[in-house]
């Protein structure tokens, strides 16, 4: 399993860094995990083709986390002329979001004949589905989206990637971290309770509990982008748009 950052950054681009954006290459395909708003500019910057992706897995329905789907599947129909199939899965009400998301930038583009299939499925927290031979579960975590905003553990029988989404400290994380060779989590700002979202101050003491092999900090603003080095030194990695490691 191979990852890169198409982007770590926050909604409003701290840093400049693109919206959250995972290239998941595994044993069974090529996935996103999350695909915000600038996803597909960050795509081509870093020459990724997303005609090879076979799947998208979404954490929750905000815009820096799924806003690029509407520029990806018109690009995808007008431009890159895809023809594979294309299967989308994220949370219950995802399949209506996305569809309105098309209408408003594209009316009437879901009327199109499309060149390729392209599915959307819901998976609902707490019960594991299968996608493109992955194992995924989700959990339900604290992080207001008009829709369950949730946590992600995905493996393709060999590794497991998890990855937190947008969140509050709950210790539903706990069980996403465990055993996994690779754990994202997010970590918003540098001090204080924040709503919605984790800060240093308070996910530092939490680190101990999160037993996966790696355990990476992602979805930064200025606060927390001013002190990674601080992070660094207690041994977790720091997300950077373009990095690639291995899982």
């Not at 709950?170 to 060779?181: E, K, S, W």
């Given at each position: 399993?191979?990852?890169?950052?198409?982007?770590?950054?926050?909604?409003?681009?701290?840093?400049?860094?693109?919206?959250?954006?995972?290239?998941?290459?595994?044993?069974?395909?090529?996935?996103?995990?999350?695909?915000g708003a600038s996803s597909l500019v960050a795509l081509k910057a870093l020459g990724l083709d997303h005609r090879n992706v076979?799947?998208?897995?979404?954490?929750?329905?905000?815009?820096?986390?799924?806003?690029?789907?509407?520029?990806?599947?018109?690009?995808?129909?007008?431009?890159?002329?895809?023809?594979?199939?294309?299967?989308?899965?994220?949370?219950?009400?995802?399949?209506?979001?996305?569809?309105?998301?098309?209408?408003?930038?594209?009316?009437?583009?879901?009327?199109?004949?499309?060149?390729?299939?392209?599915?959307?499925?819901?998976?609902?927290?707490?019960?594991?589905?299968?996608?493109?031979?992955h194992a995924v579960a989700t959990a339900e975590v604290v992080h207001q989206s008009g829709a369950p905003s949730t946590a992600?553990?995905?493996?393709?029988?060999?590794?497991?990637?998890?990855?937190?989404?947008?969140?509050?400290?709950?210790?539903?994380?706990?069980?996403?971290?465990?055993?996994?060779?690779?754990?994202?989590?997010?970590?918003?700002?540098?001090?204080?309770?924040?709503?919605?979202?984790?800060?240093?101050?308070?996910?530092?003491?939490?680190?101990?509990?999160?037993?996966?092999?790696?355990?990476?900090?992602?979805?930064?603003?200025?606060?927390?982008?001013?002190?990674?080095?601080?992070?660094?030194?207690?041994?977790?990695?720091?997300?950077?748009?373009?990095?690639?490691?291995?899982?």
């Amino acid at each position: 399993m191979r990852l890169t950052i198409v982007g770590s950054g926050d909604a409003f681009g701290s840093g400049g860094r693109f919206n959250t954006c995972f290239w998941l290459d595994t044993a069974k395909a090529t996935l996103l995990v999350d695909c915000g708003a600038s996803s597909l500019v960050a795509l081509k910057a870093l020459g990724l083709d997303h005609r090879n992706v076979d799947g998208i897995i979404l954490s929750h329905l905000h815009g820096d986390h799924f806003g690029a789907l509407p520029f990806l599947l018109l690009d995808a129909q007008h431009l890159t002329r895809r023809e594979r199939p294309l299967i989308i899965a994220g949370p219950p009400g995802s399949r209506a979001r996305i569809e309105a998301a098309i209408e408003n930038f594209f009316p009437r583009a879901l009327s199109n004949r499309w060149r390729f299939p392209f599915e959307i499925v819901e998976i609902e927290p707490g019960r594991p589905v299968e996608i493109l031979g992955h194992a995924v579960a989700t959990a339900e975590v604290v992080h207001q989206s008009g829709a369950p905003s949730t946590a992600l553990r995905i493996s393709d029988g060999e590794r497991l990637f998890a990855y937190s989404g947008d969140t509050e400290w709950t210790d539903a994380l706990i069980g996403v971290a465990d055993g996994a060779d690779l754990f994202i989590v997010e970590c918003y700002g540098y001090a204080g309770a924040l709503k919605g979202h984790l800060s240093w101050e308070l996910l530092k003491p939490k680190l101990p509990s999160l037993r996966a092999g790696r355990i990476m900090l992602t979805h930064m603003n200025s606060s927390m982008l001013a002190k990674v080095e601080e992070a660094r030194a207690a041994g977790v990695l720091v997300a950077e748009d373009g990095m690639t490691v291995e899982i």
